[in-house]
């Protein structure tokens, strides 16, 4: 039984070492992976590394360098839900919104993006980002 538990803290590490695997630079990651794919015991761990393998490792259409996170400021859905609940906040706090106003609501937005795409190029829009997560 003894055994069985330290083989279940193993795959807990494993999984965990996986799931870190956007955060060194992308030309390092695939050696990283292989490295993790080595120490698979089980058949479902070996499952689980070939599905990486073939969807996030050897990929054509996912490279590692398109989901690498290194050295990148923002690694988080923080300016999605930041923006996700200024319209809540634009909606009035209704839950169940009517569709048109709905419409309305996002159309006064697209007419937000161009203005907003030609501030930021002129560095004259920044995210807000807090100390705390600047230093990350």
Known sequence: MADNCIHCQYSVRAKQQLLALPFPPA???PNAFHRLEAKAATE???ALAQYINNTWISSTM?????????QQSVR???????WHHGLNCRAQGKSQLP????VELLFQEAKLTSLQIRLVSDKKLRRIQRCSSASI
């Open 44 to 46: 479902p761990s070996q």
């Open 76 to 82: 988080t859905n923080n300016d999605s839900e930041e």
């Open 27 to 29: 030309d390092e990651i």
């Open 99 to 102: 569709f048109y106003f709905l």
């Open 62 to 70: 996912w490279h590692p360098s398109c989901w690498s996170v290194f």
